[in-house]
């Protein structure tokens, strides 16, 4: 009996590094193991590389714990390449129609992230300023 439970697969558990496998339905998803890229902050959904769509934790089988520094897998648009050295730091959406993506070239740490806070809120300024103008006349 505690053959068979060692031979079942563990769900969930997965770290952004870690090569998983997703198992829906009692059928194998992948054709390979994926690494994973983000983990949801409550725990539930992690995101692999190649793929926008979130996999419920509770399907994810690991197959190998990653590396203490995971890759960085940039996650392209179709038809917007990123350059050598690039990668894409994050995606979001910020509005109904409009989604920002954040390219870097280099480290990003604590210090230039309040370098690009400053950089944001001063173009924030700005735009308030033409939006004044523009009431104004």
């Known amino acids: ?32 193991p994926k690494r994973v890229r983000f983990v949801s902050e409550d725990g539930k959904w992690i995101g692999v590389e190649g793929s926008q769509t979130g996999i419920p934790m509770s399907e994810v089988i690991v197959e190998q714990k990653g590396t203490a520094q995971p890759p960085v897998i940039p996650f392209e648009k179709p038809g917007v390449a990123l350059t050598a050295g690039e990668s894409e730091w994050m995606r979001n959406k910020v509005g109904n129609d409009t989604n920002v993506r954040l390219l870097v070239e280099g480290e990003m740490g604590p210090k230039e992230i309040g370098k690009l806070i400053k950089l944001l809120q001063a173009q924030k300024a700005v735009l308030e300023d033409d939006d004044n103008e523009e009431a104004a006349n």
Do not use: I, N, T, Y
């Not at 505690?2 to 194998?28: I, N, T």
């Open 1 to 32: 009996m505690d053959e068979e439970r060692e031979d079942r697969p563990s769900f969930g558990g997965a770290s952004v590094g870690d090569l998983v496998q997703w198992e829906a339905g009692g059928a194998l998803q992948f054709e390979a």
